[in-house]
């Protein structure tokens, strides 16, 4: 079974804090994901990676950056969190493209952000 | 990009019964994908069912099937014989093969199941 494993599940930081959310997928994928998740609002995608050193903004990528210097690790970064940034945090990974492409999508546990 | 509507934000259902859970899409490509995901409480998102949208037979698992009209670009969950388990937050997804391979959610629909 293919495991995503968010180091963080629940996290508790101050207003200004350098935040890390981590993420390791073990089957080889390529594309990697952050979702964020509000009530209400459903899942939006802040950051998408294709390849190592690779990245694209997804809809919502403003106050937030992020790190792919290995394939099976993508990292989130909140530069400086602010309290609208208290949300759950899902990282994702897909198979490679070459496979079905009718493929799920495989979710991590997710984080449980708060800035206070 | 695509857009997926769930416009039912909360749904119940008695135990045992059968309940249909609502999505629409927006797109204008012929070949896609369309899933229903649940997460429980624990927040873990557990795949349900998936469609692919050149199959005109409806997909089913078990006790999980979907209506795929795609003219009307609705693809809507049907969950028979409720159980307390099924209590969760479905959504509905759709992935393009098209658009670097990402999936796009609708909102959720919040499903309680009264014993």
């Known amino acids: 079974d293919v495991k995503v494993t968010q180091s963080s599940r629940y996290l508790v930081k101050r207003t200004g804090e350098k935040v890390f959310l981590e993420c390791v997928q073990d089957?080889?994928?390529?594309?990697m994901f952050w979702y964020r998740q509000d009530p209400g609002l459903g899942l939006r995608l802040i950051y998408f990676s294709y390849d190592v050193k690779m990245k694209e903004k997804g809809d919502i990528p403003e106050g937030y950056s992020v790190s792919r210097e290995k394939k099976e690790r993508f990292s989130l970064i909140l530069e400086s969190a602010s309290t609208n940034q208290t949300s759950m945090y899902l990282c994702?990974?897909?198979?490679?493209?070459?496979?079905?492409?009718?493929?799920?999508?495989?979710f991590g546990e997710g984080s449980w952000l708060t800035v206070v | 990009a695509q857009t997926v509507t769930q416009s039912q934000p909360e749904m119940s259902v008695q135990e045992a019964e059968t309940v249909t859970l609502s999505c629409t899409y927006d797109?204008?490509?012929?070949?896609?994908?369309l899933f229903w995901y649940k997460q429980p409480p624990s927040r873990q998102m557990i795949l349900v069912i998936r469609?692919?949208?050149?199959?005109?037979q409806n997909a089913t698992e078990n006790r999980f099937s979907v209506n795929f009209q795609k003219a009307a670009k609705s693809f809507s969950l049907k969950i028979s014989d409720s159980q307390l388990g099924d209590a969760a937050m479905y959504f509905c997804a759709y992935r393009s093969p098209n658009t670097g391979n990402q999936f796009y959610f609708g909102t959720g629909t919040s499903l309680t199941v009264i014993p």
């Open positions: 089957m080889d994928h390529e594309n």
């Open positions: 994702a990974s897909i198979p490679p493209t070459g496979e079905t492409s009718g493929n799920t999508i495989y």
């Open positions: 469609q692919e949208a050149y199959k005109q």
């Open positions: 797109t204008s490509e012929s070949d896609y994908y």
